[in-house]
């Protein structure tokens, strides 16, 4: 029996409906802050400024200049009430603070009393309103009900993106010395030791060992998961929780089992033993580049020709939109393939060309569904064609099992819903919020659950791994009901054992 | 506002979550007491878990992944108890992080 904790979580109906606007249903809900050896690490103050309120209204006028797109979402709200509905954190919670546009309105207010005329001289006509302890208050309560996956902007008519605005806003905070605990913690962890874990080179090396073993032990074939080894084809850069938790451990294994039977010499580092950047959920480009340079580092250092992408959505996103930016220039690599690729758009193309030997029924115990994580589905692509984040990860799930079923249309692909745990906000204090949060997706879930039998739901990302872990026993479902992508994958895969 | 423990008479600080501060602080009655708090009654095989987690802490400085801790509890206790479920049965809060607490060792961070 799994543990609970003690709020109510949601009930399932037959379909999502919109809840009722409840004012302050989630007002007590906010993270741990940091303590000061986390802000300082990444070069912040300590603790809350003596003149936050100057420094946070200095911060945001740099913020707007420097980004003009952050200026028209701020800007060009009308009202108009499309994303209102569309936030799973409202959905599950019907605090209206949880509306896209009211989120966007702790900044968007603050921004008008200072830095538009209007707001200067006649501030209550426009809803201009002043940074006091109330609302910086409200500020880290609702940024940090917001996982930035960005599905409000899809509906928006003018493509607002809360996820900058909340970046934005804990950019801000930050700046003035009110970090968070969880994101703040753990991007010092990999400034450190190059990982969100905190996992030393020995204790990884001793990990993969026993992957090793394991492997060979079921399988019998001497499937290698290797470690700073110069001269590798490709390094591998995956989230340190496939080096650590469950199910993501299986997705590693087949990768491992992947690169093995097409011959592809690989290596994980130990100096980019991490492919997460909260980086970016903190707004952070110096700690997001800071990160990422890890990568470009390991690179260089191991000789590698490819740098591949494990099963992490964030990262995808910083690996596929930003990286070449924070530490290209890439041209040491081979220009044959993408920098970086998704270890999906490897296997693709592996099962495409016909180097991989799968049998699919070796998951006739499963009935599976996809869970399209928010950073893949609407911050990056795959493949050469449009649309490919959806259609590849597909493609590969069935031709790993002959039993795929879709959830409901407006939940998927561009519409999918967050986990509920994306954003910096897997933690344990905001459980409640990841709970609730996760109300839409489980709705789908238990859609197909009763219309196709469906036993598994597969994801290509650690944050959506561990939240579905912890949040399926809430909602009547099995914590293992939740797989990696490449466990289908490795779990498909036939060897001869005698290779 | 700091957080703390008392056991046999010492006031241990822990963080917000109720993880030891100092690792040097621990000793078996710490995971007695945070056991009581939690409604759980510690038996040997509750501590094999938290015995091999400190061994595999002094060695690495981390605690083992999920798969190394159900693996070395398999070797110890038999087979049929080397699994995710059991270690979830002994800690429903979920071992990576209640057994982590109560052998007095920081709380795993990351996508976890």
Not at chain 1, 15 to 20: K, M, S
Request: hydrophobic letters at 35%; charged letters at 25%.
């Amino acid at each position: 029996m799994v543990k609970k904790a003690d709020f109510e979580a949601p009930v399932l109906g037959d379909y999502t409906e919109v809840p009722a606007v409840t004012p302050g249903a989630m007002q007590h809900s906010q993270p741990y802050v940091a303590k000061p050896a986390h802000n300082e690490a990444l070069g912040y103050p300590g603790e809350l400024v003596d003149n936050w309120q100057e420094v946070a209204v200095n911060k945001l006028g740099e913020l707007v200049k420097g980004s003009r797109a952050l200026r028209v979402y701020l800007d060009s709200c009308v009202k108009c009430g499309a994303c209102t509905d569309k936030c799973h954190y409202f959905l599950g919670t019907g605090d209206p603070n949880n509306m896209p546009v009211a989120r966007q309105d702790l900044l968007r207010s603050v921004y008008r009393r200072h830095y538009t005329v209007a707001g200067k001289y006649l501030p209550k006509l426009v809803g201009a309103k002043d940074l006091d302890e109330e609302m910086l208050d409200n500020w880290y309560k609702y940024f940090h009900q917001c996982s930035q996956c960005r599905r409000c902007s899809v509906y928006c008519p003018y493509g607002i993106d809360t996820a900058e605005v909340s970046m934005a806003a804990r950019e801000i905070m930050d700046t003035i010395g009110k970090g968070q605990k969880y994101c703040n913690e753990i991007i010092g962890k990999v400034h450190k030791l190059g990982n969100n874990l905190g996992l030393p080179e020995p204790a990884l090396a001793d990990t993969l060992e026993g992957l090793e073993e394991d492997v060979e032990e079921e399988i019998n074939v001497a499937v290698k998961f290797p470690l700073d080894v110069k001269g590798a084809e490709v390094l591998l850069v995956t989230p340190s929780a496939d080096f650590f938790a469950e199910p993501h451990i299986d997705g590693l294994i087949g990768y491992a089992k992947v690169f093995h039977q097409a011959g592809i010499s690989w290596t994980l580092s130990s100096h980019a033993s991490e492919a997460a950047n909260f980086g970016l959920f903190i707004g952070s480009v110096d700690n997001m580049q800071k990160v990422a340079m890890r990568i470009r580092e390991a690179a260089l250092e191991l000789g590698v020709k490819r740098i591949v992408f494990g099963e992490c959505g964030h990262a995808w996103r910083v690996g596929y939109s930003f990286l070449n930016t924070l530490a290209g220039p890439f041209d040491f690599l081979d220009s044959n393939y993408p920098v970086p690729q998704h270890i999906v758009e490897v296997t693709h193309d592996l099962i495409e060309q016909g180097r991989l030997k799968m049998d699919a029924s070796a998951n006739d115990d499963k009935r599976v569904t996809f869970h399209d994580s928010c950073n893949v589905a609407r911050a990056s692509r795959m493949g050469a064609k449009s649309g490919g984040q959806f259609s590849l990860p597909r493609d590969v799930i069935k031709a790993s099992c002959n039993h795929f079923f879709d959830m409901p249309a407006d939940t998927i692909g561009e519409a999918t819903f967050c986990c509920g745990g994306g954003g910096g906000l897997l933690t344990d204090d905001l459980v409640e919020l990841r709970v609730k949060g996760a109300k839409p997706r489980m709705q789908a879930l238990k859609d197909v659950h009763e219309q196709h039998r469906i036993t598994h739901m597969a994801a290509i990302c650690a944050i959506c791994k561990s939240q579905f872990s912890k949040v399926l026993p809430y909602y009547g479902f099995e914590m293992d009901q939740i797989i990696s992508v490449h466990q289908l994958v490795g779990d498909a895969l036939v060897f001869n054992s005698d290779s | 506002m700091s957080n703390s423990i008392e056991v046999d008479g010492k006031t241990l600080a822990t963080d917000e979550e109720g993880y030891l501060e100092n690792l040097a602080d621990w000793e078996p009655g710490v995971a007695n007491v945070m056991a009581e708090i939690d409604d759980c009654e510690l038996t040997d095989n509750h501590w094999e878990v938290i015995n091999f987690l400190r061994e595999y802490y002094e060695e690495y400085q981390i605690a083992p992944a999920v798969r190394v801790l159900t693996k070395a509890i398999g070797k110890k206790l038999g087979k049929e108890y080397g699994n995710g479920k059991y270690l979830y049965e002994l800690y429903p809060y979920g071992p990576a992080k209640q057994a982590c607490k109560y052998a007095g060792l920081p709380k795993p961070t990351g996508c976890v």
